[in-house]
């Protein structure tokens, strides 16, 4: 699973992730199936004909990751008024679901991963050899999740939003850089284009030399997210969903599964266009040259 300390690529499975490689496009499930397993296989669905690498959930250990003073206090959700451990424990699936959730993605020939929110959650994760585990931007300060993580030799995905440069590379040397992909991302949902700051991307690469950089986007729309491949993104994850007016706090900033198929196969047509960067003149181009160039020159190889 080690990828070498000079090697910018990092395994995903079967798959490969990194600079000249095609960009790892992952579906971010998170927590919008609203703890019903036919929204999450339907997610799949959508992620794997759209032409996803993987999909991604969110998992938690409840009484670790809700904080005492907030267990009983009450909301209004779908299944009427309950407290809010009782809603964090519907939500969030068992080792079963999970079980069905790993069949449904090797039927559909899809990956899928998560995001653990404590260190019981990486054990749990651990029984369906993922490949890979997220560090989702609020745990990026988490130091023993961190170390958890690190423990498993799996590769790790960490996304950056709501961070400062010194909290990144704590958290890089905490990890190690042999085994993780650095997503750049803005915590907002959804958020603004004048808070992207899509420029990040090229000063992650340029800061981390070693590392692949990605992109974790959370606002509306898709073009911005295709520009973070035409920077250079090596990786790239969109939260995804049925229907954006259904219940739920990252509904909204999601996209649906026609503007996933539309975000799918323009991301791979950017990354075809954009080349090795080595200039040459096409034999496509050499009718148009004899047609329109009035003085030929020498075709050389320099």
């Not at 960009?23 to 999450?40: C, K, P, Q």
């Not at 959730?101 to 959650?121: K, L, Q, V, Y």
């Not at 994760?125 to 799996?154: I, N, Q, Y």
């Not at 898709?222 to 706090?249: C, K, N, P, Y």
Request: aromatic residues 6%; proline residues 5%; hydrophobic residues 40%.
């Amino acid at each position: 699973m080690t990828a070498s300390p000079n090697s910018r690529l990092r395994t995903f499975g079967p798959r490969t992730a990194g600079p000249g490689r095609p960009v790892y496009v992952v579906g971010e499930i998170g927590i919008n199936h609203n703890g019903d397993l036919g929204n999450a296989f339907a997610l799949i669905d959508a992620a794997a004909e759209a032409g996803c690498d993987a999909v991604k959930f969110q998992k938690r250990t409840p009484e670790i990751c809700t904080p005492r003073d907030q267990w009983d206090i009450e909301r209004d959700t779908p299944w009427g008024r309950m407290t809010y451990i009782a809603y964090r424990h519907k939500v969030e699936f068992g080792e079963d679901a999970y079980r069905a959730i790993d069949e449904h993605c090797a039927t559909r020939g899809i990956g899928w991963f998560a995001s653990p929110w404590d260190t019981e959650a990486v054990a749990f994760l651990e029984k369906f050899d993922p490949p890979a585990h997220k560090v989702a931007s609020a745990s990026l300060t988490d130091d023993e999740l961190l170390r958890a993580l690190r423990a498993t030799g799996r590769t790790v995905v960490l996304s950056t939003g709501m961070s400062t440069p010194k909290q990144i590379r704590h958290a890089v040397e905490v990890l190690g850089s042999d085994n993780i992909l650095l997503c750049h991302a803005t915590s907002t949902y959804p958020a603004k284009a004048e808070e992207l700051n899509l420029r990040v991307i090229n000063t992650l690469q340029e800061e981390y030399p070693n590392v692949p950089i990605g992109y974790s986007g959370h606002e509306t729309g898709l073009q911005t997210t295709l520009a973070a491949v035409a920077l250079g993104a090596a990786f790239v994850e969109r939260h995804i969903t049925l229907d954006r007016a259904m219940w739920g706090s990252d509904q909204a900033a999601s996209v649906e599964p026609g503007g996933l198929a539309r975000l799918v196969r323009d991301i791979r047509t950017i990354e075809t266009a954009l080349g090795d960067g080595v200039k040459r003149v096409y034999e496509s181009e050499l009718g148009p040259m004899k047609k329109l160039r009035r003085v030929q020159g020498e075709l050389a190889a320099v």
